[in-house]
C-alpha cells in the first residue's frame, strides 16, 4: 500500500519535473497574445430591450471600464436614469474596484506565461492553470454578486418599488418592462481559448522525459 | 309589364355594376391604389413632403406614399408644441411679427441637385425668407422684412448651387419704403423690386445682396435655370396694365403680360463692378441703365407660374386666363439678346420678339397655372378652372404635333377640386425622381366628412409612372399648401438630440450642482436642469418688480426624451428637446405662488415634474399677507 502511495507521488513527481517541448511553448506565447488582446475587447454585454427601446440599451462590460452603447455611450446614462426610478445605484465605474485589479492580474497572468516559456517546466503550466482558473471562477462570482447587490440595495424611498432581484449573468431574464440579454463577448472568448491554449501546452509535452 | 321589369333588372343591373366602382375606379384598382400609397404600422415613408402652410406661417413635413402629417416646423407664428415663439431665441428671429404667409419652399441645392442642407421658404406677408436646417428640422435664420420689398411672394427660387435665394415682389410701393405717394400716380410713384438673397456656402447664413428696380409689375412666380440657361432667372407677372385699382378688371385688360428675364450672373457682376447706387442699404441696379440684366417678353395672359425644365431648355409659363401653357425655348432667348431681335422697349428694358422665342402654345385646357416636370420629357400642369392635372409632352416636337399641339396633351386627370400648385418628386433639380405627383388643390368643397364652414384644403397623390397618370390617395394638408418639395428620405440623416458638445448656451447646466438662482440687483436668473421626471431646482424665489431669466436645459441625450417648462398664468410655455437650452426673461408683475411644470409627456412620472415660482410681494421678505408660518 505505501509502495503504491509513493509510486504514485513518484510520477507525479517525474510528471511536474517534465520539460516543455517547442510547441507547447509555442502554444504559452499565443495564449499570452490571447490575453492581452482581451483587454481591448468586451467581457460580457447586457442589452436590454422595451417596447419604447425596441432597438435596444447596451451595457459593454471591459476588463478596465464600464461602456454604454449608442452615441457617446449614452446608453449607460440612460440605464442609469431609468434605474432610478427603481431606486438602484447608479453604475460608475469608479465604484468596480475589479476593473483596476483586473488589469493588473492580466498582466500577472501573462508574466506567469512568460516566466513558463522561459523555464520551460511543467510544474509551471500547472501553477499558472491553478491560478488562472482560480482568477478566472472569482472574477465570476464577483460579477454575479456586483448584479446581486445593485438588484437588492434598492433605495426604499424610490418611486417604483419592485421586488429584490439578481440581473441575469448569462441568459435572459424579464425585469419589469424590460427583457434582458446578458452574455459574454469577444474579450470573454478569447480568455477562454487562452485557458484552452495553456491545458494543450501541458498535454502536448506529457510524454517528454525529464532530463 | 314585361318591359317595366326588364327597366328595372336593366337598372339593378347598372347600379349593381357601379357598385364595385367609385369615381370610375374598380375594386381592384382600389386594392392596388391602397396598397400603393399604404405604409404599415412601422414601416416608413420613403419620401419627404415639406408643405408651406400658407398663411398659417409654418412649413408641414407629410411622408410619401402615406401622406401622413408628420411633424410641423413652425417658422413666422408661435407653435406652443414646440414651445416656438416663446423662449427668447425664437422671439427674436421672429421679430415682432405672429404670422407670416409661406408660398414656396425651396430645398437648397448643388449642381442643380437637392443637396439636402436646407429649406428656405418666403414670408408673402412681411418680406421675410426663413431657413430651416435640414440636420435638425428647425428654423435657425429668418431674413427681414427685406428693404424695398413688398409683398415677397416671387420666391424662394434657389440658384443652381444655392448662391442667391432669388425674390421679386407682388406688391408695388413708393421706394423706399416709408414714403408715401397717391396710388393714383402708380405708374409715377411706384416700384416693384427683384432681389438676390446672398446665401452663404458653409453656414447658410443668408444676407440681402443686391437688388433690381423695376416697373410696378406685380410679379408673381418664377424659377431659376440650369444647364443652358444657367446663371438667368424667370418670372411671369399678371399687371402690365400698372393698374392701381380694382385690379380684378383693371389688370386683365391686355392679352398679354410682361415676364421678365433676369441674368443675375449679370446682376451680380454690375454690383461688383459698382454700377449700382445705394436705397435703404442695399445695392439697387436701374436695369435701363445697366443693359444685359433685365429683359421683358409678353406671354398671355395674366401668367402665373413659369417654371424651367430639368434640362434648363424649356420654360414653360401658365397661361391662368388663357387655355394654353406657353413654351419658351431658351436657346432662341439667348439669340434674341445677341441679335437683338427686340420688339421696343418699356422703360428702357428691351422686349424680346415674342415669336422670336415661343416654341408653342399648348392647348391644355382651363386655368393652367403651374408645370412640373418628370424628366422624361413629359410636363404636368395644374389647370384651376378645369380641376385636373394635365400630362403633356415637352418639344421638341413632331410635325404632326406642331401643325396640332393638342396632339402633344396626352392624359388628364381630375382632382377635387381646383388644384393650386402641384409638386412632382425632384422637378426643379436635373434628375427628377418621378414617380409621385401630389396636386394640392384650393377648394375641397364638402369632399370630406362634414366639419363645418371652416373647410380644409386637401391633396391627392398621383402616380406618374405610367402612360396614363394614376390618382391613390388624398389627404388633408394643414392650411393652406401652396408650393412644396419632395426630397427622398435616404438623402438626409438628421439628428436626433442635440448633442451635448454642441449645445453653447452660456447658462446650460447639466449637473444639479451647477444649478443656480442668483440675484444681481432686480435680476433673477436661474439656471434650471431638466431630467426625468424632475426639475433642479424646483423652487424658484423672486419679488414683483423683478426682471427674471429662466434658462431650462434639457440634459436628456435620448431620442425624444423632450420636456416641457410651462409657467402657470405668464404665457410662458418652452419645450427643449434632449440636449437643448432654452431660455426665457419675464417682469414679474404679480405676486403669488406660480406652479410650473413639464408640459410634454416624458416618462411614467411627468404629471410630478413640477416646481414652484414663489413671487413675493415687492422690497419685501414677506411670504405673504398672513405673515409668519404656523
Not at chain 2, 406652443?80 to 431665441?89: K, Q, V
Not at chain 2, 440657361?229 to 402690365?240: H, K, L, P, V
Not at chain 2, 427622398?488 to 440623416?493: D, H, L, P, W
Request: with cysteine.
Amino acid at each position: 500500500m505505501q509502495k503504491w502511495v509513493a509510486n504514485l507521488l513518484r510520477r507525479e513527481f517525474k510528471f511536474l519535473h517534465k520539460p516543455l517541448n517547442a510547441s507547447s511553448r509555442l502554444f504559452l506565447l499565443a495564449a499570452a497574445l490571447f490575453i492581452a488582446v482581451s483587454l481591448f475587447f468586451p467581457l460580457w454585454k447586457m442589452h436590454l430591450v422595451a417596447p419604447q427601446y425596441s432597438d435596444g440599451l447596451d451595457l459593454f462590460i471591459f476588463p478596465y471600464k464600464i461602456q454604454g452603447g449608442g452615441f457617446n455611450g449614452q446608453h449607460l446614462a440612460e440605464i442609469n436614469n431609468l434605474n432610478h426610478y427603481i431606486g438602484m445605484k447608479p453604475l460608475q465605474q469608479a465604484d468596480f474596484l475589479e476593473m483596476i485589479w483586473m488589469p493588473f492580474v492580466f498582466g500577472f497572468i501573462i508574466l506567469l506565461l512568460l516566466r513558463s516559456i522561459v523555464f520551460g517546466a511543467m510544474s509551471n503550466v500547472i501553477d499558472l492553470f491553478a491560478i488562472y482558473t482560480y482568477f478566472g471562477l472569482f472574477s465570476i462570482g464577483s460579477f454575479w454578486y456586483r448584479l446581486y447587490q445593485y438588484g437588492h440595495n434598492l433605495d426604499p424611498k424610490a418611486p417604483v418599488h419592485i421586488q429584490p432581484f439578481t440581473p441575469q449573468l448569462v441568459g435572459v431574464k424579464q425585469i419589469a418592462n424590460f427583457r434582458e440579454f446578458s452574455y459574454p463577448q469577444l474579450g470573454a472568448y478569447l480568455l477562454c481559448v487562452s485557458v484552452l491554449l495553456i491545458v494543450l501546452a501541458g498535454w502536448l509535452s506529457r510524454k517528454e522525459q525529464p532530463a | 309589364m314585361k318591359t317595366i321589369s326588364t327597366v328595372i333588372l336593366f337598372a339593378l343591373a347598372i347600379s349593381l355594376t357601379s357598385c364595385g366602382k367609385q369615381g370610375g375606379t374598380s375594386a381592384a384598382d382600389r386594392t392596388a391604389n391602397a396598397l400603393a400609397s399604404y405604409v404599415a404600422p412601422g414601416e416608413k415613408d420613403e419620401y419627404y413632403l415639406f408643405y408651406s402652410g400658407g398663411h398659417s406661417g409654418q412649413i408641414f413635413v407629410a411622408g410619401i406614399p402615406s401622406m401622413r402629417h408628420i411633424v410641423t416646423i413652425p417658422v413666422y407664428a408661435p407653435y406652443p408644441a414646440t414651445g416656438w415663439g416663446f423662449d427668447e431665441e425664437s422671439k427674436k428671429m421672429m421679430g415682432g411679427f405672429e404670422w407670416g404667409d409661406v408660398h414656396h419652399p425651396a430645398l437648397s441645392q448643388t449642381d442643380s441637385k437637392y443637396d439636402g442642407r436646407w429649406l428656405f421658404a418666403n414670408d408673402n406677408a412681411n418680406n421675410r425668407i426663413a431657413r430651416i436646417d435640414l440636420k435638425d428640422f428647425k428654423t435657425h435664420q429668418i431674413l427681414g422684412p427685406i428693404p424695398n420689398s413688398i409683398g415677397n411672394h416671387g420666391s424662394s427660387f434657389v440658384t443652381e448651387n444655392t448662391e442667391y435665394i432669388l425674390c421679386a415682389t407682388r406688391f408695388s410701393v413708393p421706394l423706399p419704403k416709408g414714403r408715401v405717394a397717391d396710388p393714383k400716380d402708380y405708374p409715377k410713384e411706384f416700384n416693384s423690386m427683384v432681389s438676390g438673397i446672398k446665401v452663404d456656402p458653409q453656414t447658410g447664413e443668408m444676407k440681402v445682396g443686391w437688388q433690381i428696380l423695376t416697373p410696378p409689375f406685380d410679379w408673381d412666380l418664377g424659377s431659376t435655370g440650369k444647364g443652358p440657361s444657367s446663371g438667368w432667372a424667370f418670372w411671369t407677372s399678371y399687371n402690365s396694365e400698372m393698374a392701381h385699382d380694382l385690379l380684378e378688371v383693371n389688370s386683365t385688360q391686355k392679352d398679354r403680360d410682361y415676364c421678365a428675364i433676369v441674368n443675375w450672373r449679370a446682376a451680380e457682376k454690375a454690383v461688383a463692378d459698382g454700377k449700382a447706387s445705394m436705397m435703404d442699404g442695399v445695392p439697387i441696379l436701374d436695369p435701363a441703365k445697366v443693359p444685359g440684366v433685365l429683359y421683358f417678353v409678353p406671354i398671355g395672359k395674366s401668367p402665373h407660374g413659369m417654371d424651367v425644365d430639368p434640362s434648363g431648355k424649356w420654360i414653360v409659363a401658365g397661361g391662368k386666363l388663357q387655355p394654353a401653357t406657353t413654351v419658351l425655348n431658351f436657346e432662341k432667348v439667348q439669340a434674341a439678346v445677341s441679335n437683338k431681335t427686340f420688339d421696343g422697349d418699356f422703360r428702357g428694358i428691351p422686349i424680346l420678339k415674342y415669336e422670336a422665342v415661343v416654341e408653342g402654345e399648348v392647348p391644355v385646357g382651363l386655368g393652367p397655372l403651374h408645370t412640373q416636370y418628370d424628366g422624361k420629357g413629359f410636363a404636368y400642369t395644374s389647370m384651376f378652372i378645369d380641376s385636373c392635372i394635365v400630362k403633356w409632352k415637352l418639344p421638341p416636337w413632331t410635325d404632326e404635333e406642331k401643325k396640332d399641339l393638342n396632339k402633344a396633351v396626352l392624359d388628364k386627370v381630375q382632382t377635387h377640386f381646383s388644384t393650386g400648385h402641384l409638386v412632382v418628386a425632384g422637378s426643379d433639380t436635373k434628375n427628377p425622381y418621378g414617380k409621385w405627383l401630389v396636386a394640392m388643390n384650393k377648394l375641397s368643397a364638402g369632399r370630406h366628412i362634414n366639419v363645418g364652414p371652416s373647410q380644409p384644403e386637401s391633396s391627392q397623390l398621383i402616380d406618374i409612372t405610367g402612360d396614363k397618370m394614376k390618382m391613390v390617395a388624398e389627404s388633408y394638408t394643414e392650411p393652406e399648401p401652396h408650393f412644396a418639395q419632395i426630397l427622398k428620405v435616404s438623402e438626409i440623416n438628421p439628428n436626433e438630440i442635440l448633442p451635448k458638445d454642441e449645445n453653447k448656451d452660456a447658462n446650460a447646466v447639466w449637473d444639479k450642482d451647477a444649478t443656480s438662482v442668483t440675484r444681481t440687483g432686480n435680476k433673477v436668473l436661474a439656471k434650471v436642469l431638466a431630467i426625468r421626471s424632475r426639475f433642479y431646482p424646483d423652487r424658484i424665489d423672486a419679488q414683483v418688480g423683478d426682471e427674471l431669466t429662466v434658462a431650462v436645459t434639457n440634459v436628456e441625450q435620448t431620442r425624444d426624451m423632450i420636456h416641457g417648462f410651462g409657467l402657470i398664468e405668464h404665457n410662458i410655455n418652452m419645450v427643449m428637446d434632449p440636449g437643448e437650452t432654452k431660455t426665457f426673461h419675464i417682469k414679474l408683475t404679480k405676486q403669488g405662488v406660480f406652479p410650473f411644470y413639464c408640459t410634454n409627456f416624458c416618462s411614467a412620472l411627468h404629471q410630478e415634474m413640477q416646481g414652484y415660482l414663489v413671487v413675493k410681494p415687492a422690497g419685501g421678505a414677506s411670504t405673504g399677507a398672513a405673515g409668519g408660518a404656523p
